[in-house]
C-alpha cells in the first residue's frame, strides 16, 4: 500500500527536478563527451614523432573506414581540458557561442600525401598552443575541438 503511494511522488520529484533544470538527460551529452576523450585526449603521451601519430590514430579508431585527414591529441589532465569550459564563451566556426579557447600541449596529426586506407600514414606535429573547444552540458564537458 505504501509502495503504491510512493511512485507518484517519486515521478512527480523528478518531474519537477526536470522542469526547474536541475537534472538533465545526457545521454547525447555524454556520448558527445566519451568520443571527445576518445579522438583528443591522451594525458599520459608526450607525443612529438610521426610513428605516436600513426598507432594512435589507429588504436583510436580514426582509420577503420578511411584516412582522417588531420587530428589533434591534447596531453594535459581531463580536469585541466574541462577547466577551459569555464573561460568566456567565444564564437566556434560555425556561429554557435558555446567554445572556449585554452592554452595546452597538443600533438597534430596531419596525414601525409602519399597515404592510402589503409595504410593511414601521418606525420606529428609537437607543440604548446591555443586550442578552441566546444562544451555543452551542466557542468559543462568538452564535446567538440574547433580547432
Known sequence: MALQRTWPLLLLLVLTLLGLGLVRPSYG???????????????????????????????????????????TFIHEDIWNIRSICSTTSIPCK?????????????????????????????RAGASTRRVVIACEGSPEVPVHFDR
Open 29 to 71: 551529452q555524454n556520448q558527445m563527451y566519451q568520443r571527445f576523450l576518445r579522438q583528443h585526449v591522451d594525458p599520459q603521451g608526450t607525443g612529438g614523432n610521426d610513428n605516436y601519430c600513426n598507432l594512435m590514430m589507429q588504436r583510436r579508431k580514426m582509420t577503420s573506414r578511411q584516412c582522417k585527414h588531420f587530428n
Open 94 to 122: 560555425n556561429g554557435r557561442m558555446n567554445c572556449h579557447e585554452g592554452v595546452v600541449k597538443v600533438t597534430d596529426c596531419r596525414e601525409t600525401g602519399g597515404s592510402r586506407f589503409p595504410n593511414c600514414r601521418y
